[in-house]
């Protein structure tokens, strides 16, 4: 397929691998900093997830017949130092420091639920079945996470945070 939107389409791949490569590299950070231990374990979980998001976009690159390539994805770079500013900007065994962690955490969610939605529409337009699978698989998990992320911020994280000084 040569046209305009397989274009776009090939961009937005490379793109959100690399946000991907490069949140893999932080999520590990926001564990470690992380205050109560469910915040630690769904971020040590969504590690192991992005990992699995990394191999399945490399399936999705395979099955249109394209190499794999990440490019800079300067929304991601920008997510991930604003996440580290908040982190920075936040004391240490806090649960602000946790609602800072959240709050960062799903910019990213958010982003990527977009990109992942967006990918999946152009895949289906496009009629390639096996790359909109692999995108709503994906997307789920990405979904999923921002729920989690959600859950957590209202059973106990904001609540013990608005109490902190």
Not at 113 to 119: E, K, P, Q, S
Request: aromatic share 6%; glycine share 6%; hydrophobic share 40%.
């Amino acid at each position: 397929m040569d046209n305009a939107l397989h274009e776009l389409f090939i961009q937005e791949l490379r793109d959100i691998l690399w946000a991907e490569e490069h949140l893999y590299k932080s999520l590990p950070k926001m564990a470690k900093a992380a205050t109560s231990e469910d915040l630690r374990h769904a971020f040590e979980g969504h590690h192991e997830q992005t990992g699995g998001h990394i191999e399945r976009l490399k399936q999705v690159f395979e099955s249109i017949g394209e190499k794999s390539k990440a490019v800079k994805c300067e929304a991601m770079d920008g997510l991930l130092k604003e996440a580290e500013e908040l982190l920075d900007d936040s004391a240490k065994g806090t649960m602000v420091r946790d609602a800072a962690l959240i709050a960062g955490a799903q910019k990213i969610e958010h982003y990527e639920i977009a990109t992942y939605g967006t990918l999946s529409t152009f895949a289906k337009i496009m009629g390639h079945k096996k790359a909109k699978q692999l995108l709503d698989q994906t997307l789920n998990e990405e979904k999923a996470t921002d729920d989690k992320l959600t859950g957590i911020a209202e059973s106990f994280v904001n609540e013990a945070a608005m109490e902190e000084k």
